[in-house]
């Protein structure tokens, strides 16, 4: 007799995988994959553990549990929200009748496809921030990237979870193929672009967290809404991990612009670049690059696969069920901005189920927003007139109705060697890069952090800053 | 309105069949009030689907009754009209799917009355005695010869172009060209006159064989008939079999027949098909087939298999996939099929008449216009012959593992090939499905020959390329029920049209290119307003009224 796996120690989980016998096949299968990608692409230092959040249920309160973890022995678990009693369809086409529990054949390519996608993202993330940990500026930098890290991991398997256990054959090899593309690979790239991208320094990560995992927030959101039961489900409980991803890049970007502020003031210049701080026109440089990168992850504005999911209930809105209309859209229209070749923009009006991904991106703008408000705060606390802003949603596009076109900052529509000659002004140029790179030393000393960066306001679960995060070698 | 095809000869309203020695007389008298549905009278001789469904009987009775018959005079008991082909204001009145299925039957029995000719030693004979226009010319072509009788009146006619604005969809345009070689230009002219071609002309361009005086007619007729008849290969002194009428239970929820059921699952828009296996060892010889008569496994499952595609084309319009299984013992199976094969090979009549028989129920299959699926489980018996349904089908799913219900069972699914999937029941194509299949793979072929009378594994199955997909059990039900609902939520037009064109690989044949081409722009044509829109020329044939077409070409 083989030995039994116990699986619920090894696996925390709320789907009965102690007895389903698909799953155990299909994961006896993919976690050794998954450990070995891990040990490839995932962080490259070495530690004796870290003071990680393990997800262990899905209660109201204590959820997670706090401890030092060996990280290839964390726990990575399968939760799903509690079910909803009765929860019935909120939009398109099948609104009101009960939610599946099951994949619909006639949806099972569109859902597949919906969660390899969402999937691809969350473990390129790892790939891209590999490296990171080499320069951390604190043990409690460090930890929070192990953190951020492990919870992508951890989202890989909620995705992973769903294929297995509701895809079949091809949910399998989809499963594998998600360790088997890797961020920015020349032959197997990740699906989606800005996951391509290097994060190659820390503002990049407090940038990424800010921006792009706020993209995933609203992804998750809008799956959330979703009549596949076990979608939205799934996607609940990981909105609750991604809030603290989110809190990474909106406090990481604070103690950067703190920091900065701090510098300004005690030198009384703005170009702090050779005290060791970094100016906030490179702040506001890396903001223009990541937040239009991600923009770019919401596709085109108009798209009439959003429609066709929206109208099946496969992805809602934002929200869906606190918005007032119809939840079936086929009467309403919305207005896009169009950019033309004279260099003026124009509206146009389309039908509102076309436009969902400008609606959901609509959405992510307004709260990206708030984190520019913070930023903002900052340096007027600081006595500082420079302010911080989020660029004009044409500019630096490479999906959707302005790619193609030469957009400011500001939205004006400019020609090529107009764009060209002002690209170092609005997007980091090498030498801001080199620059920015210049100071990632590490700091690996408790209670210790780098120059450039100001320390938290608060440590990681009432511990303090001081706390050893992080065990190292 | 449920149709049935049972008929019994002496109770046909339209036919009078009459057999005197060798030859069979097959005589049309059409009853003008008889028709099918209320609204239309079936004036000179102009048909149906009832009066096809007799028809289709009385070419089944020929074939298994009358052994001794071996030729037949197909001809009219009215003055002056053979036939005047499909009724118009049924056609006119019908929705689309009804004048298809309609279309789509009357070519399967005209093309049964050349596999008569071509495989049972029967000659047919038109005697056209009058007026023979569209499908009565039709009816004319899928015979042997055609005798036109000469009373400088009587014409043969493909009027459906010039009065109709439709084409002569069963078979008319196919077999004028390609059975009796009318050269195309020829071939135009007559297809545009709606007044036909009589005389020596329709001799001269081939469209008939030969025209005989008035009075000369009906002993030139039996002449011909004697002649045929004293050519043919059928053995002599014979006794025929009584096609028995089929028992078969009738629910709201489905057909249960002795060896075939079906169960609806009208959610799902599917009927369930099991084919069961022989309960019982196979006749011993050729003696014994015959004593079994109609009773007989594998003419009974036939007859079964046959009516129930039938019924279900007719009636059941809404189920759009078939979903086959069978469950017995697959060694008995092929117990009975090489008891059929040695009979048949050592030349007897019935085991030959069942083959055949078989033969063109599959090909039933293979021009109806529903996903077929099979699914191959623990406790089937797709071997030989009965794996040919899996191979009619458009996806074949084989369990790889225990019984759903039973997961400590030893019982696999298997699937085993034998002589009778190489060659025995040709398709359409005149390719076996395996040919079809693996086409221009005969290496391929060669090779599962091979392994032919082995059991199967579903893993074999799958690495040979005989079945799509062989989920194990635990992924079973999931994956045939994602499949079954995925295909019900796609067009059912689309559908067709890409089955259609995905089960007839390779070449094209009169049958091919009858259900493929001539029935594709029949049907085509059918829903177009110039046909049957309220201006149209079916919609205004015989109000008095002439069409106004859209004159753009398409």
């Given at each position: 007799?083989?030995?039994?796996?116990?699986?619920?120690?090894?696996?925390?989980?709320?789907v009965?995988?102690?007895?389903?016998?698909?799953?155990?096949?299909?994961?006896?299968?993919?976690?050794?994959?998954?450990?070995?990608?891990?040990?490839?692409m995932?962080?490259?230092?070495?530690?004796?553990?870290?003071?990680l959040?393990?997800?262990?249920?899905?209660?109201?309160?204590?959820?997670?549990?706090?401890?030092?973890?060996?990280v290839?022995?964390?726990?990575?678990?399968?939760?799903?929200?509690e079910?909803?009693?009765?929860?019935?369809?909120?939009?398109?086409?099948?609104?009101?009748?009960?939610?599946?529990?099951?994949?619909?054949?006639?949806?099972?390519?569109?859902?597949?496809?919906?969660?390899?996608v969402?999937?691809?993202?969350?473990p390129?993330?790892?790939?891209?921030?590999r490296?990171?940990?080499?320069?951390?500026?604190s043990?409690?930098?460090?930890?929070?990237?192990?953190?951020?890290?492990?919870?992508?991991?951890?989202?890989?398997?909620?995705m992973?979870?769903?294929l297995?256990?509701?895809?079949?054959?091809?949910?399998?090899?989809?499963?594998?193929a998600?360790?088997?593309?890797?961020?920015?690979?020349?032959?197997?790239?990740?699906?989606?672009?800005?996951?391509?991208?290097?994060?190659?320094?820390?503002?990049?990560?407090?940038?990424?967290?800010?921006?792009?995992?706020?993209?995933?927030?609203?992804?998750?959101?809008s799956?959330k809404?979703?009549?596949?039961?076990?979608?939205?489900?799934?996607?609940?409980?990981?909105?609750?991990?991604?809030a603290?991803h989110?809190?990474?890049?909106?406090?990481?970007?604070?103690?950067?612009?703190?920091?900065?502020?701090?510098?300004?003031?005690?030198?009384?210049?703005?170009?702090?670049?050779?005290?060791?701080?970094?100016?906030?026109?490179?702040?506001?440089k890396?903001?223009?690059f990541?937040?239009?990168?991600?923009?770019?992850?919401?596709?085109?504005?108009?798209?009439?696969?959003?429609?066709?999911?929206?109208?099946?209930?496969?992805?809602?809105?934002?929200?869906?069920?606190?918005?007032?209309?119809?939840?079936k859209?086929?009467?309403?229209?919305?207005?896009?901005?169009?950019?033309?070749?004279?260099?003026s923009?124009?509206?146009?009006e389309?039908?509102?189920?076309?436009?969902?991904?400008?609606?959901?991106?609509?959405?992510?703008?307004?709260?990206?927003?708030?984190?520019?408000?913070?930023?903002?705060?900052?340096?007027?606390?600081?006595?500082?007139?420079?302010?911080?802003?989020?660029?004009?949603?044409?500019?630096?596009?490479?999906?959707g109705l302005?790619?193609?076109?030469?957009?400011?900052?500001?939205?004006?529509i400019?020609?090529?060697?107009?764009?060209?000659?002002?690209?170092?002004?609005?997007?980091?140029?090498?030498?801001?890069?080199?620059?920015?790179?210049?100071?990632?030393?590490?700091?690996?000393?408790?209670?210790?952090?780098?120059?450039?960066?100001?320390?938290?306001?608060?440590?990681i679960?009432?511990?303090?800053?001081?706390?050893?995060?992080?065990?190292?070698? | 309105?449920?149709?049935?095809?049972d008929?019994s000869?002496?109770?046909?309203?339209?036919?009078?069949?009459?057999?005197?020695?060798?030859?069979?007389?097959?005589?049309?008298?059409?009853?003008?009030?008889?028709?099918?549905?209320?609204?239309?009278?079936?004036?000179?001789?102009?048909?149906?689907?009832?009066?096809?469904?007799?028809?289709n009987d009385?070419?089944?009775?020929?074939?298994?009754?009358?052994?001794?018959?071996?030729?037949?005079?197909?001809?009219?008991?009215?003055e002056?009209?053979?036939?005047?082909?499909?009724n118009?204001?049924?056609?006119?009145?019908?929705?689309?799917?009804?004048?298809?299925?309609?279309?789509?039957f009357t070519?399967?029995?005209?093309?049964?009355?050349?596999?008569?000719?071509?495989?049972?030693?029967?000659?047919?004979?038109?005697?056209?005695?009058?007026?023979?226009?569209?499908?009565?010319?039709?009816?004319?072509?899928?015979?042997?010869?055609?005798?036109?009788?000469?009373?400088n009146?009587?014409a043969?006619?493909?009027?459906?172009?010039?009065?109709?604005?439709v084409?002569?969809?069963?078979?008319?345009l196919?077999?004028?060209?390609?059975?009796?070689?009318?050269?195309?230009?020829?071939?135009?002219?007559?297809?545009?006159?709606?007044?036909?071609?009589?005389?020596?002309?329709?001799?001269?361009?081939?469209?008939?064989?030969?025209?005989?005086?008035?009075?000369?007619?009906?002993?030139?007729?039996e002449?011909?008939?004697?002649?045929?008849?004293?050519?043919?290969?059928?053995?002599?002194?014979?006794?025929?079999?009584?096609?028995?009428?089929?028992?078969?239970?009738?629910?709201e929820?489905?057909?249960?027949?002795?060896?075939?059921?079906?169960a609806?699952?009208?959610?799902?828009?599917?009927?369930?098909?099991?084919?069961?296996?022989?309960?019982?060892?196979?006749?011993?010889?050729?003696?014994?087939?015959?004593?079994?008569?109609?009773?007989?496994?594998?003419?009974?499952l036939?007859?079964?298999?046959?009516?129930?595609?039938?019924?279900?084309?007719?009636?059941?319009?809404?189920?759009?996939?078939?979903?086959?299984?069978?469950e017995?013992d697959?060694?008995?199976?092929l117990?009975?099929?090489?008891?059929?094969?040695?009979?048949?090979?050592?030349?007897?009549?019935?085991?030959?008449?069942?083959?055949?028989?078989?033969?063109r129920?599959?090909?039933?299959?293979d021009?109806?216009?529903?996903?077929?699926?099979?699914?191959?489980?623990?406790?089937?018996?797709?071997?030989?012959?009965?794996?040919?349904?899996?191979?009619?089908?458009?996806?074949?799913?084989?369990?790889?593992?225990?019984?759903?219900?039973?997961?400590?069972?030893a019982?696999?699914?298997?699937?085993?090939?034998?002589?009778?999937?190489?060659?025995?029941?040709?398709?359409?194509?005149?390719?076996?499905?395996?040919?079809?299949?693996?086409?221009?793979?005969?290496?391929?072929?060669d090779?599962?020959?091979?392994?032919?009378?082995?059991?199967?594994s579903?893993?074999?199955?799958?690495?040979?390329?005989?079945?799509?997909?062989?989920?194990?059990?635990?992924?079973?039900?999931?994956?045939?029920?994602?499949?079954?609902?995925?295909?019900a939520?796609?067009?059912?037009?689309?559908?067709?049209?890409m089955?259609?064109?995905?089960?007839?690989?390779?070449?094209?044949?009169?049958?091919?290119?009858?259900?493929?081409?001539?029935?594709?722009?029949?049907?085509?044509?059918?829903?177009?307003?110039?046909?049957?829109?309220?201006?149209?020329?079916?919609?205004?044939?015989?109000?008095?009224?002439?069409?106004?077409?859209?004159?753009?070409?398409?």
């Amino acid at each position: 007799m083989p030995t039994r796996i116990d699986y619920d120690s090894k696996i925390p989980n709320n789907v009965g995988l102690a007895d389903d016998r698909r799953l155990q096949r299909a994961l006896e299968g993919w976690q050794p994959k998954f450990l070995g990608w891990w040990g490839e692409m995932g962080p490259a230092l070495e530690n004796h553990g870290v003071y990680l959040r393990t997800a262990v249920s899905v209660g109201r309160d204590g959820w997670a549990h706090f401890g030092h973890v060996n990280v290839p022995d964390y726990r990575w678990g399968v939760f799903l929200a509690e079910p909803t009693p009765d929860r019935r369809i909120a939009f398109g086409e099948h609104k009101g009748q009960p939610v599946w529990q099951q994949v619909p054949g006639e949806y099972r390519a569109d859902l597949q496809r919906l969660i390899v996608v969402q999937g691809d993202t969350e473990p390129a993330s790892v790939e891209q921030q590999r490296l990171l940990g080499l320069s951390a500026p604190s043990l409690y930098d460090l930890r929070n990237l192990f953190q951020v890290n492990v919870e992508e991991g951890r989202h890989l398997w909620a995705m992973v979870y769903l294929l297995h256990a509701y895809f079949g054959r091809e949910g399998r090899e989809e499963a594998e193929a998600l360790l088997y593309r890797n961020s920015g690979s020349p032959d197997s790239p990740r699906i989606l672009g800005a996951f391509n991208e290097e994060t190659a320094d820390w503002l990049a990560f407090y940038m990424f967290t800010y921006f792009t995992d706020r993209d995933g927030k609203y992804q998750l959101g809008s799956l959330k809404e979703s009549a596949f039961d076990p979608l939205s489900r799934t996607c609940s409980f990981m909105l609750k991990e991604e809030a603290h991803h989110m809190m990474v890049g909106t406090t990481g970007v604070d103690r950067v612009v703190t920091r900065s502020a701090q510098l300004i003031r005690e030198h009384d210049t703005l170009e702090i670049a050779a005290c060791g701080g970094i100016p906030l026109d490179i702040i506001q440089k890396y903001i223009n690059f990541h937040y239009t990168v991600s923009l770019d992850l919401f596709g085109s504005e108009t798209s009439t696969n959003a429609a066709n999911y929206y109208t099946a209930g496969l992805k809602g809105r934002w929200q869906e069920e606190r918005r007032k209309d119809d939840h079936k859209l086929t009467d309403d229209s919305a207005f896009l901005d169009k950019p033309d070749s004279e260099g003026s923009w124009s509206q146009e009006e389309v039908p509102a189920l076309l436009a969902l991904n400008l609606d959901l991106r609509d959405e992510y703008i307004s709260d990206c927003e708030t984190g520019l408000k913070r930023w903002n705060r900052i340096l007027e606390d600081h006595g500082i007139d420079f302010r911080l802003a989020l660029p004009h949603p044409g500019f630096n596009r490479n999906v959707g109705l302005a790619a193609g076109h030469h957009i400011t900052p500001d939205g004006t529509i400019v020609d090529e060697p107009t764009w060209e000659a002002g690209r170092h002004h609005w997007l980091p140029t090498p030498e801001d890069l080199a620059f920015v790179r210049s100071l990632m030393r590490p700091v690996y000393e408790r209670g210790k952090i780098a120059h450039w960066v100001a320390p938290p306001v608060n440590g990681i679960n009432g511990k303090p800053f001081e706390y050893e995060y992080v065990r190292l070698v | 309105m449920v149709v049935s095809f049972d008929r019994s000869p002496d109770a046909y309203r339209h036919w009078k069949l009459r057999t005197d020695g060798p030859v069979a007389w097959l005589e049309m008298d059409v009853d003008e009030q008889g028709g099918l549905v209320p609204g239309y009278e079936l004036k000179l001789n102009s048909y149906d689907l009832g009066v096809d469904i007799e028809l289709n009987d009385a070419l089944q009775r020929l074939r298994f009754e009358h052994p001794e018959v071996r030729s037949v005079v197909v001809t009219s008991a009215k003055e002056k009209v053979f036939c005047a082909g499909a009724n118009i204001r049924m056609l006119a009145a019908s929705p689309h799917q009804w004048k298809v299925n309609f279309c789509k039957f009357t070519n399967e029995t005209r093309n049964s009355m050349e596999d008569s000719s071509e495989h049972s030693g029967m000659t047919f004979i038109a005697a056209v005695n009058g007026s023979c226009a569209g499908g009565g010319y039709e009816l004319a072509l899928a015979c042997d010869r055609i005798l036109l009788i000469d009373d400088n009146s009587s014409a043969v006619a493909l009027p459906e172009v010039p009065l109709l604005g439709v084409l002569p969809g069963t078979g008319g345009l196919t077999r004028v060209t390609d059975k009796r070689r009318v050269r195309k230009d020829l071939a135009d002219l007559f297809a545009t006159r709606s007044d036909g071609i009589r005389g020596k002309t329709a001799v001269d361009w081939r469209l008939v064989d030969e025209v005989v005086p008035r009075r000369d007619f009906r002993t030139v007729v039996e002449q011909r008939a004697l002649e045929a008849a004293g050519r043919s290969p059928r053995p002599a002194d014979v006794r025929g079999i009584e096609l028995t009428p089929l028992e078969r239970e009738v629910t709201e929820d489905g057909i249960a027949y002795r060896h075939v059921r079906a169960a609806y699952d009208r959610s799902l828009g599917l009927v369930n098909i099991t084919v069961r296996a022989p309960g019982e060892d196979a006749p011993a010889d050729a003696a014994a087939l015959h004593a079994q008569g109609a009773d007989g496994w594998l003419l009974a499952l036939t007859r079964e298999l046959d009516d129930l595609i039938l019924r279900l084309r007719t009636n059941e319009t809404e189920l759009g996939t078939w979903v086959l299984r069978t469950e017995g013992d697959p060694e008995l199976v092929l117990a009975h099929e090489r008891a059929v094969r040695t009979a048949a090979a050592d030349g007897d009549w019935l085991a030959g008449e069942i083959t055949h028989y078989y033969k063109r129920t599959l090909k039933r299959l293979d021009v109806t216009s529903r996903s077929l699926i099979a699914l191959i489980e623990p406790g089937s018996c797709f071997a030989g012959l009965l794996l040919e349904l899996a191979l009619a089908c458009d996806l074949q799913y084989m369990l790889d593992g225990p019984p759903i219900e039973d997961p400590d069972s030893a019982l696999r699914a298997q699937l085993t090939l034998s002589e009778a999937n190489f060659g025995t029941f040709p398709m359409g194509n005149g390719l076996s499905r395996l040919q079809s299949r693996f086409y221009r793979e005969d290496d391929h072929v060669d090779w599962l020959r091979r392994d032919a009378g082995q059991p199967l594994s579903a893993a074999q199955a799958r690495e040979l390329g005989l079945v799509t997909d062989a989920p194990d059990d635990i992924d079973w039900e999931d994956e045939i029920r994602i499949v079954l609902e995925a295909r019900a939520a796609l067009s059912p037009d689309a559908l067709t049209g890409m089955e259609a064109n995905h089960r007839f690989v390779g070449p094209e044949t009169i049958e091919t290119k009858i259900f493929g081409r001539l029935t594709a722009w029949q049907n085509w044509i059918f829903i177009r307003p110039n046909a049957s829109g309220p201006e149209g020329a079916l919609r205004r044939y015989g109000t008095g009224q002439k069409a106004v077409y859209d004159r753009k070409r398409v």
